[in-house]
């Protein structure tokens, strides 16, 4: 039960911290995901032919 515990303290520390990763850029998280919705958009308009 002492390991729960203690990995649980480790977790709350690193939220504290933040866990941001250098390498992560906002910009280009945010710039791929865009291209992939509007991919995803742009099959799922493909496939309803339809209307």
């Given at each position: 039960?002492?390991n729960?515990h203690?990995?649980?303290?480790q977790?709350?520390?690193?939220?504290?911290?933040?866990?941001n990763?250098n390498?992560?850029n906002?910009a280009?998280?945010?710039?791929?995901?865009?291209?992939?919705?509007?991919?995803?958009?742009?099959?799922?308009?493909?496939?309803n032919?339809?209307?």
């Amino acid at each position: 039960m002492m390991n729960l515990h203690s990995a649980a303290a480790q977790m709350v520390t690193l939220a504290a911290e933040g866990g941001n990763h250098n390498s992560l850029n906002p910009a280009v998280t945010g710039g791929s995901a865009l291209v992939i919705l509007l991919l995803l958009l742009w099959i799922t308009t493909r496939f309803n032919r339809d209307r």
